[in-house]
């Protein structure tokens, strides 16, 4: 397929690398058309070394081709990524002052845009109306993700990550799409279509009917991740250990379509199991403890005054995410966990994240510090998210809202780029 990839001018640029990587792999021919200010995030070598062709912003170099015609009229798919606030403004407006907008003006083909921008610019009136005109007028423009932005800031206005905006543009080239999808993603819903299972808590052993052996994990990252699964598209089942009050009392109002209420880790371990068989994604955010009492009387354990007490003989659990991780139980599963780290004499928080991570198994792992005002019970969190080699993949910081976010961008990309394969098939 011939591509136009338009690029302006904006930090996210750096992500429309990816995107002209990505595009190229699949044995797509990819024109670069950047903005004057795009050339000033990302010069004109790298697109065109990425790309084996000229890019430039300039209608008045290469003239006897007529370039500002000919890009246009000869594309079969113009993607621009990152769509900036004034971008869409000038092609809402039909401007013609660049090489990217005359693009757009000569284009028949397919056009879909990523707009990525500040919430206050995306939220503008301005903003609102150029993006119903440009709709209005035929193009698909991909609502931005929701995430972290520029600075420490968050909320909608991310660029989406280079794997799913490929899988857009593609089914709308191709023509493939059904109409559902490019309104998922106009939505937002990245998640559509996906079945998901959170774990959420902490699980309580019990030493007697009265008493167990728990941890402090309040559950709200578990549930915050289930929430925006479920803003974003997918059928969320949530398994839930002992949340606390607060936390529970989100869920009721979440929409969940499953809630699966667990105490011990046996049943946090059937309950996941379960819905794992037929999930596209399992998220381990519970606590799961890792020991549990040899045996639990039945009855009340009494102190016997003059003698001291009884030591509790404790016997492994199962490790649930290792399990899933390694067995594998659909195929295609992204199996995420977490750990909730505090750095010793040993290593770092992200020494023994990444550490885990190789051990467990598991495709992600979001590796968070405890102590010191983050992690339990707060809503602040501050995570690193590893693949199970232990690589880097994102870091996220903020509520725990913004963090789930964030992880679900990770995820999402994993997910696209699992079901991708079928799209390109397809194109070719
Ligand atoms: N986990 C699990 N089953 C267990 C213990 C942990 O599924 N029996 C999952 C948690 O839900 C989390 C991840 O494994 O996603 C990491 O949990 P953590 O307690 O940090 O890992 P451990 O293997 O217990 O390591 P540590 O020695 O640090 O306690």
Known sequence: MRIVLGVSGGVAAYKAVLLLRLLREQGHRVRVVPTASALRFVGAPTWEALSGEPATDQVFEDVEHVPHVALGQGADLVVVAPATADLLARAASGRADDL????????????????AMHTEMWEHPATRANVATLRERGAHVIEPASGRLTGADTGPGRLPEPEEIARVALAVAEGSDDGSRDEDAAAGRDLAGRRVVVSAGGTREPIDPVRFIGNRSSGRQG??????????????TLVAANLAPDVAALVEDAGLDDVVAVETTAQLREAVRAAAATADVV????????????????????????RGPEPIALVENPDVLAELAHERLRAGQVVVGFAA??????????????????????????????????????????????????????????TKRAVADAVWDVVAGRVAAGSLGGAVARAE
Do not use: Q, W, Y
């Open 100 to 115: 990217l907008t005359s693009t757009l003006l000569t284009a028949r083909c397919p056009v879909v845009m990523a707009p």
């Open 223 to 236: 549930v915050e991740l289930a929430r925006v699964a479920r803003a974003r598209g997918a059928h969320v």
């Open 283 to 306: 998220v381990m955010a519970a606590a799961v403890a890792d020991f549990r009492p040899a045996h639990a009387p039945g009855a009340k354990i009494k102190k016997v005054p003059g």
């Open 341 to 398: 780290e505090t750095g010793d004499a040993d290593g770092s928080v992200l020494d023994h994240g990444r550490a885990k991570a190789r051990r467990k198994g598991a495709d992600l792992l979001v590796v968070n510090a405890v102590g010191e005002g983050l992690g339990f019970g707060v809503d602040a969190n501050d995570v690193t998210v590893v693949d199970g080699s232990g690589e880097v993949v994102a870091t996220a910081g903020g």
